[in-house]
C-alpha cells in the first residue's frame, strides 16, 4: 500500500507536548494494537519500494537496436535471397558477435535502491501499551514510541523526546563529518536539515548517548525515503560517447543506403542482371559498414577499464571510461573526499599566545609552535584536552583510527604532540567523577586527584558558555573566536580549577572558580594529495567545485587551503532556494563552493551545470549524494569510506577514496578518447577505399576487385586486428594540457573527414592499380583479386604506423620501430594472410590464389608507398598550420 504523507506541521518546529498530541500517542504508554493497525493500514510498512530490474533477456535485445545491425541484417537477407548461404552465414555470425560482446559488457544491474533499503536498520525497540518490546522496523508506524541507545541504526524518521547526551553520526546524510549533539527544543522551520538538532533520521546511526522519540514519518517519506524517490525519478544522463556513436551510425546509414539505391538505379539503367545488381548492393554494405568498430569501441574501453584499476578506479559501466575524458566540471563532495575525514587541531589560542599545530590528521608527528613551554595555561590546556576525554586512539595497519568522538580523537593527538613532561604530569592525575557532555549544559567536566592529594576539575566544551561560567574578559576572547570560526575551524573551550579532595563535581559546582584556559580550532584538514589534483585539474581545463554540508565559512577555507579557483565564492542551501532555475544557471559558472545543500540542491547544481552543455562528474560518499551521482555524466563514489548506495548509482568507484585517482582516471580517459579517435580514422578510409572500388567498378561497366566475403574476411580479420593495437596507444605528452573537449563536438572533426576521404582514394587508387595490372598481365580474376586483396591488407599495415600519431609524424624511431602490441598485430596479420594466399581450404572459400614473391613485394611496396604520402600531407599541413598561426599573430 503506498504511504500517505502525515498532515501536520513540521515536527521539528513542534514542541515535544505538541508533537505528541499531533500524533495522537502517549509518550509512557505508547500505542495500542488498534492503532497500530489503523495506522499500518493507512500509511504501509516502514520500507522502501524497490525498483524491478530488466530480465537478461531485454539486455540481450537492446543490444540489436542499432540501426548498422539493422543494415546488416538487411544484406544478410538480400544473401539468402541469392542463396549465397555463406556470405549470409559471415554475416549473421558478425551480428551474433557484436550483440554477445555488448551484452556481457553492459553494466550490471541498478542497485542504487537496494543499498538504500539495506541501511534501514532491521529491528527496534519501542513502547507499545505500557511496555518496551522488539519489533521488526517495517512494522514501526508514526506515533510509535522508540528508544534509542548508542550503535543502534535509526529505523525511521524520529522527533527527539527524551536526551541524555544523545549523538548521531549523519555524514551519510547531510554530510557532517562529526557526529551530532542532539536536543529536544523546538527549531525554526526554515532551518535546514543538517542543523535540525531535535531530529534522528532513518539509516544514521547512534554514536553516543541514550534517548527517547516518537516516529513521524516512515518508508518512503522519511529523508531517506525522498532520497530513494528522487532517484527512482532521475534520468541517467547518456554518455557524450554514446551520443556521438548513435549520430554517426545514423548518418553513416543514410550515406549507405543512399549509394546502394543510387547504384542500384544506375545498374539497372546500364541494363545488369538484378541478381548481379543485389549482389553489388551487398558488397557495398558489408564494405561501407565497420563491422569491427563495436569490437574495437568495447576492446579500447575495456583496457582504459584495466588501466584506471591499476590506478584505484574501478568503472562499473563501460561507456564510463570515455566520459572522464570529456569532463569540463568535477563537483566534488568535501569529507572524505577532498578532506581525510579525520578532525585535527589546528590552532590553540591561550590569554598569552596563539601556537600554531603541525602535522595532519591522527598522525602523531608535529609540534606545537612556538614552543609555550612557560605557558602554563597551554599546559593546562593540553591536560584538559588528554584527561578530559573518553575516546581513544588505536592502530589498524598503517592507518591510525579514533575509537569514539573524532574531536576528542584530535585532542588526543594534540596532547601527544606536547612537550613529555606535560604528558607525564597528566598521567599522574586520577579521574574520579565525570559530568558528560549534554546538550543543554554544553560542556564536559571530570575531576581528577593528583599524587599530592590536590583535586582539580577539568572542563571543556562550548567556549561562548565557559566564558559564562568563567567570567572572562568577554570581549577579547569573542574577537579570538570569531577569528578562528571565520577560518572555518570548529571552535573548543578549556577551562580548569583546584578543589577539594570531598568536594563533589557537579553543574552548581561549576558556576565559580573557573580559570579559562584558551581555545581550540578544529577542522578536517584537506588531503595533500588533493591540494595538488585539484591543482593538475585546473591545468587541464577542468574546473572544480565543491559541494558540502558543512557551514560556508568552513566550505570556504577548506575550498582555499585546496587551490580551488573562486573559493571566495560561496553560494548556501538557503541562498540557492530562492533562485529560479534560470537564474541557478546564470550563477552556476561563477561560484565554485556550495555550503549546507540537500540532495535537492545537488540535483539542481548538476542539471544548471549540464544546461551549459558542460560534462559534469559528481564525486561523494554518501547516500545524500546518490541522486546527484546517478544524474551526473560520470558519478564517482568513494569505495574505502563510502555507502553503498552511492557506490551502486555511480559509473567508477574509488578504491583508495583519493581524489588524486581522478586525475588519473581523467588522463585515462582522454587517451581512450584519441585511441577511438585513431581506431575510427583507421577503419573508415579502408571501408572507404573498399566501397569506392565497388562503386566505380559498377559505374564503369568494371569487373569487381574483391568480391563481398573477400571484403568481410579484411574488415573482420585484419582491419580488427590491427586496430585492436591502436586500443593500446599511450597516452601522448600533451594530452593533459589541451582543455576538455566539448560535448557537443562531432566524433568526426573536418580534420578526420579529410583524412578519411583523402585516405580512401588512396586506397581506391592501390587497389584498382593492382587489380587492373594483373588482369593486364593475363593473370586472371582470382589472381588479380588475391593480389588486390594483399594490396589492401598492407596498406593497412602502413597506414597504422602513421595513424598512430595524428597530431604529430610518425617518421621517428619510436614511430617506425612500434609497440609491442603493434609489432604482435602486424605479425598476426601477415601469417593469417599467407594462410588466406596459400591454404587450398582458403582458396576454396575465397576464391584465392598463390601468389608469387615478386607480386608479394609488388602489394607491401604499394604499402610503403601510402606511408611515404601520408606522412608527406602531415608535413604539408603542419606547414601550413603554422604558417597561418604566425599570419594571425603578425
Not at 541524555?164 to 529536544?184: D, F, N, R, Y
Not at 604530569?425 to 554544553?442: G, W
Not at 548506495?645 to 588519473?664: G, P
Not at 594490396?791 to 597504422?800: C, D, G, N, P, S
Request: charge should be negative; proline fraction near 3%; charged fraction near 20%.
Amino acid at each position: 500500500m503506498d504511504q500517505q504523507p502525515l498532515e501536520q506541521p513540521c515536527s521539528y518546529a513542534q514542541s515535544t507536548s505538541q508533537v505528541l498530541d499531533t500524533l495522537g500517542v502517549d509518550v509512557k504508554q505508547g500505542l495500542s494494537d488498534s492503532d497500530v493497525a489503523k495506522r499500518q493500514a493507512q500509511y504501509g510498512l516502514n520500507s522502501l519500494p524497490e525498483k524491478s530490474i530488466a530480465p537478461w533477456w531485454q539486455r540481450l535485445l537492446r543490444q540489436f537496436h542499432n540501426v548498422l545491425i539493422y543494415v546488416l541484417l538487411v544484406a544478410a537477407g538480400l544473401a539468402a535471397l541469392l542463396t549465397e548461404w555463406l556470405d549470409m552465414a559471415v554475416i549473421l555470425a558478425v551480428v551474433v558477435v557484436n550483440a554477445v560482446i555488448g551484452f556481457v559488457q553492459e553494466g550490471k544491474a541498478e542497485r542504487a535502491l537496494q543499498a538504500i533499503q539495506n541501511m534501514l536498520s532491521p529491528e527496534a525497540h519501542v513502547i507499545r501499551h505500557g511496555k518496551r518490546t522488539t519489533i521488526p522496523a517495517q512494522a514501526l508506524v508514526p506515533g510509535d514510541i522508540v528508544l534509542l541507545e548508542a550503535g543502534q541504526k535509526i529505523p525511521a524518521d524520529i522527533r527527539l523526546l527524551e536526551n541524555a547526551s544523545l549523538q548521531a553520526q549523519e555524514a551519510a546524510l547531510t554530510g557532517e563529518s562529526v557526529p551530532i549533539s542532539k536536543h529536544t527544543d523546538a527549531l525554526d522551520e526554515a532551518t535546514p536539515l543538517a542543523e535540525r538538532k531535535c531530529m534522528l533520521y532513518a539509516g544514521t546511526l547512534v554514536t553516543h548517548g541514550q534517548g527517547r522519540g516518537v516516529v513521524t514519518a516512515t518508508g518512503a517519506h522519511t529523508e531517506l525515503g525522498r532520497i530513494n524517490q528522487m532517484l527512482k525519478q532521475v534520468v541517467t544522463i547518456e554518455t557524450p560517447l554514446l551520443r556521438q556513436m548513435a549520430i554517426f551510425a545514423r548518418y553513416l546509414t543514410y550515406v549507405i543506403l543512399a549509394l546502394g539505391a543510387i547504384l542500384f538505379v544506375l545498374g539497372w539503367w546500364r541494363g545488369y542482371e538484378l541478381t548481379y545488381l543485389f549482389m553489388a548492393v551487398v558488397s557495398l554494405v558489408v564494405a561501407a559498414i565497420p563491422e569491427g568498430l563495436p569490437t574495437i569501441l568495447t576492446v579500447a574501453l575495456a583496457m582504459g577499464v584495466m588501466r584506471m584499476a591499476s590506478r584505484h578506479a574501478i568503472i562499473r559501466r563501460l561507456p564510463a571510461v570515455e566520459t572522464l575524458g570529456a569532463v569540463s566540471v568535477i563537483c566534488s563532495d568535501k569529507t572524505g573526499t577532498l578532506t581525510r575525514n579525520e578532525m585535527m587541531v589546528a590552532q590553540v589560542r591561550t590569554a598569552n599566545a596563539l601556537y600554531q599545530v603541525e602535522g595532519v590528521g591522527y598522525a602523531a608527528h608535529g609540534e606545537i609552535h612556538p614552543n609555550g613551554a612557560n605557558d602554563t595555561d597551554l599546559s593546562w590546556l593540553l591536560k584538559v584536552a588528554l584527561l578530559c576525554n573518553d575516546s581513544e586512539i588505536k592502530a589498524q595497519g598503517d592507518e591510525r583510527i579514533v575509537l569514539g568522538d573524532p574531536m576528542e580523537g584530535a585532542l588526543l593527538v594534540l596532547a601527544e604532540k606536547a612537550d613529555q613532561g606535560i604528558r607525564t604530569e597528566a598521567n599522574e592525575l586520577v579521574r574520579a567523577e565525570t559530568l558528560p557532555f549534554d546538550s543543554r549544559h554544553k560542556y564536559m567536566a571530570t575531576q581528577h586527584r593528583g599524587p599530592d592529594g590536590q583535586s582539580y576539575v577539568l572542563v571543556k566544551g562550548a567556549p561562548e558558555r565557559l566564558l559564562q561560567l568563567c567570567g572572562a574578559d568577554q570581549a577579547t576572547w569573542t574577537s579570538y573566536i570569531d577569528a578562528v570560526a571565520a577560518e572555518g575551524q570548529r571552535v573548543l573551550g578549556f577551562a580548569y580549577k583546584a578543589v577539594q579532595d570531598n568536594e563533589t563535581l557537579n553543574h552548581e559546582s561549576l558556576s565559580a572558580g573557573l580559570t579559562f584556559l584558551g581555545i581550540t580550532g578544529l577542522i578536517d584538514p584537506p588531503r595533500e594529495e588533493a591540494i595538488k589534483a585539484v591543482a593538475d585539474c585546473q591545468r587541464a581545463g577542468i574546473t572544480v567545485q565543491m559541494i558540502t554540508g558543512d557551514h560556508a565559512a568552513t566550505a570556504s577555507a577548506i575550498g582555499k587551503a585546496l587551490g580551488i579557483i573562486g573559493a571566495e565564492n560561496v553560494l548556501t542551501g538557503a541562498e540557492l532556494e530562492q533562485l529560479s532555475d534560470e537564474e541557478l544557471a546564470a550563477s552556476v559558472q561563477n561560484v565554485a563552493i556550495y555550503a549546507r545543500t540537500t540532495p535537492e540542491h545537488k540535483l539542481r547544481l548538476v542539471s544548471a551545470l549540464q544546461s551549459h552543455n558542460k560534462v559534469v562528474a559528481m564525486t561523494g560518499d554518501g547516500v545524500n549524494d546518490a541522486p546527484a551521482l546517478k544524474r551526473a555524466d560520470i558519478g564517482i563514489a568513494m569505495g574505502k569510506g563510502g555507502t553503498d548506495a552511492a557506490r551502486e548509482a555511480s559509473e567508477m568507484v574509488l578504491t583508495d577514496d583519493n581524489f588524486a585517482s581522478i586525475v588519473a582516471a581523467v588522463k585515462e580517459g582522454r587517451t581512450v578518447y584519441d585511441n577511438l579517435k585513431k581506431a575510427i580514422s583507421f577503419l573508415l578510409p579502408v571501408n572507404g577505399g573498399e566501397s569506392l572500388a565497388i562503386m566505380i567498378a559498377l559505374i564503369f561497366a568494371l569487373t569487381l576487385p574483391i568480391l563481398p566475403l573477400q571484403i568481410l574476411w579484411v574488415n573482420m580479420v585484419s582491419s580488427i586486428v590491427l586496430a585492436l593495437a591502436l586500443a593500446f596507444e599511450a597516452s601522448e605528452r600533451d594530452i593533459m594540457r589541451r582543455p576538455p573537449r566539448l560535448s557537443s563536438e562531432p566524433l568526426l572533426s573536418r580534420f578526420l573527414l579529410w583524412r578519411i576521404l583523402f585516405v580512401s582514394l588512396l586506397f581506391t587508387t592501390g587497389i584498382f592499380a593492382v587489380f587492373q595490372w594483373a588482369l593486364a598481365q593475363g593473370l586472371g580474376e582470382a589472381y588479380a583479386r588475391t593480389m588486390a586483396v594483399n594490396t589492401l591488407v598492407a596498406m593497412e599495415v602502413w597506414y597504422l604506423f602513421s595513424v598512430r600519431y595524428l597530431r604529430r609524424g610518425s617518421f621517428f624511431k619510436e614511430g617506425i620501430q612500434g609497440t609491442r602490441p603493434v609489432l604482435i598485430a602486424v605479425s598476426l596479420v601477415f601469417v593469417l594472410q599467407l594462410i588466406f594466399t596459400y591454404a587450398a581450404p582458403m582458396q576454396a572459400w575465397f576464391n584465392t590464389a598463390s601468389l608469387s614473391i615478386t607480386h608479394g613485394f609488388i602489394c607491401a611496396g604499394i604499402g610503403i608507398v601510402l606511408f611515404v604520402v601520408l606522412e608527406g600531407e602531415k608535413l604539408l599541413r603542419r606547414f601550413f598550420t603554422q604558417q597561418r598561426l604566425h599570419k594571425n599573430q603578425v
